[in-house]
């Protein structure tokens, strides 16, 4: 079973800066995927990272604000670029086997 | 747009009773259901998925699936305080990932 470990666990950020969350698996896996957990509410999908394609996004998110990146099979980088207040919320990695999900990122945008 | 739909709560059981959990969902060509369990501040926790019409047990957890009738249901018997969390009904995406209804918060009183 995949072990991920994500980082970082959180931050405080000022608006209109960026931060690159990382996500790493002990094992290769196919299709990564990224979440959002805003307070208060369920997770919601960001976006699909497979390795050698550009991620895919879900409605209402887009490659400018949530860039991606997938270099291997084991590895995954979201960045949430230019934030605000909105944006503060707990960021999730999850793998394909829908067991393991990295420990979240808390961010909190001042 | 898939849409999976629980009652937020709070449900508050006493200790020892069966908690009753319930969640529908839109998309009838729905394979794959899971539970999750996430205690504040941490990542879900797969407590169980179900594939198959009817019922299916784990230990205190039976998970309950009716195609038909587009619900899943998550039954905890013998409530313990520790299962105090909020509860996540999801629904399995074609990609390997999940779609999440908003969560159910459960309380167990000693």
């Known amino acids: 079973s995949a072990v991920i470990s994500q980082k970082p666990s959180r931050d405080i950020c000022q608006r209109g800066t960026s931060l690159t969350i990382q996500c790493q698996v002990d094992s290769q896996v196919t299709m990564m995927f990224w979440y959002r957990q805003q307070p208060g509410q369920s997770l919601t999908l960001i976006a699909t990272a497979n390795q050698g394609s550009e991620a895919t996004y879900e409605s209402g998110f887009v490659i400018d604000k949530f860039p991606i990146s997938r270099p291997n099979l084991t590895f995954s980088t979201l960045t949430v670029s230019n934030m605000s207040p909105e944006d503060s919320s707990i960021y999730l990695c999850?793998?394909?086997?829908?067991?393991?999900f990295g420990s979240g990122t808390r961010l909190t945008v001042v | 747009q898939k849409e999976v739909e629980q009652n937020s709560g709070p449900l508050s059981v006493p200790e020892g009773a069966i908690a009753s959990l319930n969640c529908t969902y839109s998309d009838r060509g729905s394979q794959s259901f899971f539970w999750y369990r996430q205690y504040s501040g941490k990542s879900p926790e797969l407590i169980m998925s179900i594939y198959s019409n009817g019922d299916k047990e784990d230990g205190r957890f039976t998970a309950q699936l009716n195609k038909a009738s587009q619900y899943v249901s998550l039954l905890i018997r013998d409530s313990q305080p520790s299962d105090s969390a909020t509860y996540l009904c999801a629904v399995g995406g074609s990609q390997g990932n999940l779609i999440f209804g908003k969560g159910t918060k459960l309380s167990v009183k000693p």
């Open positions: 999850s793998v394909s086997d829908r067991e393991h």
